[in-house]
């Protein structure tokens, strides 16, 4: 693999190969932005890049022992942490940083990369990993990813150097999965403009399954509908893999209509669901932008709470009878 294989990024592929270029790696990095846009996949390239045995101006060569090992998931100097049921346990994390401090078996660098850092739930946790990133093994690098960063103390914050990630541009995700898939130029096009700039939607689209936008247009439209709360528990049911993507492209929805609620006319070039244009300006007519930011806010505790593995059907039940307890008591404009 190479930066050409990965789609968009564009700065931050140039960020790193100046970096590399120069020497001026740091010792730690943290990837923040929304899930499903890539993160994972450009850490294992920086991580094949600091380790390439022939790198080039295009990143690495993806054909070495070490490009072939990393891709493979294999490569003993490069590790990573992920969730185990939506947690990342203590016991895991000091595993993690025990092997971060091993010697180096192929590698020029050990590249320890940690998803959902924002699963850290426990000060304990995050401490035991920053002790580690203040004071890292030799030849060493760190990339914590997360889509939560005010879930993580200021001080392991300022410890990283924090590299953004936004939502990809609609023209490179469309060339991205029609080489990809063998896809039409106007398929390509339509599930460009459903994925609403996250890759995974788009393999998702692109692997014939129903958006997830579509899925979380249905949850909202069922909220706020006069349907019986509880006849949701089979969706739920059925969704639950995918219940944090759905929930996620809703809190975009609702950060367009607080978008559109404050500056109107100017924010359709800034819209992310621009092509729902007119269901925007409908849910921007009947919510105030106190109602939108208090939802908005509710989804991503609902999220955070979701992914600390705490009781799945009563944890929606119980956002889905708040939401409807603040339209209640709202003006009825709503109706």
Known sequence: MSWSEICGHEFQKQFFQRVFQNQTQSHSYLFSGPEGIGKTTFAFEVARLFNCEHPTRDGSCGSCQNCRLINARTHPDVLLLS????????EDVRDFIFRLGLQRVYGKFRVGIVESTELFSKEEIQNCLLKTVEEPPEKSIIILITSQVQALLPTL???CQR????LLHQEKIKEFIQKKYTLSDQKAL?????SLGCLRNAFSLAEG???????????WDWITGENEI??????????KDNIIEILSQLEWYLRDIMLFQFIAGKSERILTFSRYKKRVIEDASRLSPGITSRFILAIEQLEKDLKSNLHYDTTLLHFVLMVREELNSAPRCWN
């Open 83 to 90: 969730p185990r049921e939506n947690k990342i346990l203590i």
């Open 157 to 159: 914050l300022s410890r």
């Open 163 to 166: 590299i953004n990630f936004q």
């Open 190 to 194: 339509n599930i460009a403009e459903h």
């Open 209 to 219: 399954n129903q958006p997830f936008i579509e899925k979380s247009f249905f949850l």
């Open 230 to 239: 509880f006849s949701l528990g089979p969706w739920f049911t059925e969704n």
